[in-house]
């Protein structure tokens, strides 16, 4: 199989991961809302500020490069923040923020785990297997009822995402692959963040080298 070309300077390709599930993973009723620890629970945020928003986005994507909405101008972040058909929730110990879910139902029939993750103090102790039902308890609640709940990922994510989504009950059903900027370059992340994805090499820099 041929290699794809290089990519451009300042640009990383990502190689995305597409998973689905068309039925429940469970067998009748859906598990009850059992915490794994005391002070442990979803919340909704229903009221939720850009500010608030993009801090918890920052503090679990950043070490895995998440970038899209950091993208977004503030008209339509505000837009996507008072959205009905998607649904934002934060995993909470103690009150503390900890996790970050966002469903998004905008596309009929279909319910995409948008973003979910942890902050990386909070990797490790099970509690993104107690937050992934949650999650799908929620996206097969739907009404209607969707078609499909699906998930995507790609080689920048945590090394064990697709397998904790296939034992979830997800399957890949696709693959796909995209040309982004390195955030780390736009500042729209620290030079530091994600330090297992090499860095891009912006055209400036290879000149110098020169």
């Known amino acids: ?15 995305i991961t597409i998973l689905e599930m068309t039925l429940p993973p469970w067998r009748e ?9 005391p002070g442990l629970r979803l919340k909704h945020e229903r009221h939720l500020s850009p500010r608030d928003y993009l801090a918890m986005y920052r503090r679990v994507g950043a070490p895995w490069l ?29 009150d503390h923020p ?17 973003y979910f993750g942890l902050i990386p103090e909070a ?4 509690l993104g297997r107690y937050m992934m039902t949650r999650a799908l308890v929620l996206a097969w609640a739907s ?10 990922t790609c080689q920048h994510d945590h090394p064990a995402a697709i397998e904790f989504y296939r034992r979830s009950g ?13 955030p780390r370059l736009t500042g729209a992340l620290p030079l530091g963040a994600a330090p297992h994805v090499p860095l891009a090499t912006p055209k400036a820099s290879e000149d110098r080298s020169l």
């Open 1 to 15: 199989m041929t290699e794809p070309p290089a990519p451009p300077t300042g640009k990383l390709r990502e190689h």
């Open 143 to 152: 009404q209607p009822r969707p078609r499909r709940v699906w998930v995507h």
């Open 98 to 114: 900890i996790g970050l879910l966002e469903l998004d139902r905008r596309t009929t029939g279909e319910v995409e785990i948008a």
């Open 66 to 94: 998440w970038q899209g909405r950091l993208q977004l101008a503030p008209a339509a972040l505000d837009a996507l923040l008072i959205d009905p058909d998607v649904e934002i929730h934060f995993l909470r110990q103690n």
């Open 170 to 182: 997800f399957t890949v059903c696709g693959h796909d692959s995209a040309l982004v900027d390195d």
């Open 123 to 126: 990797v490790g102790q099970g």
């Open 29 to 37: 009723e859906p598990p009850a809302d059992t915490p794994p620890q």
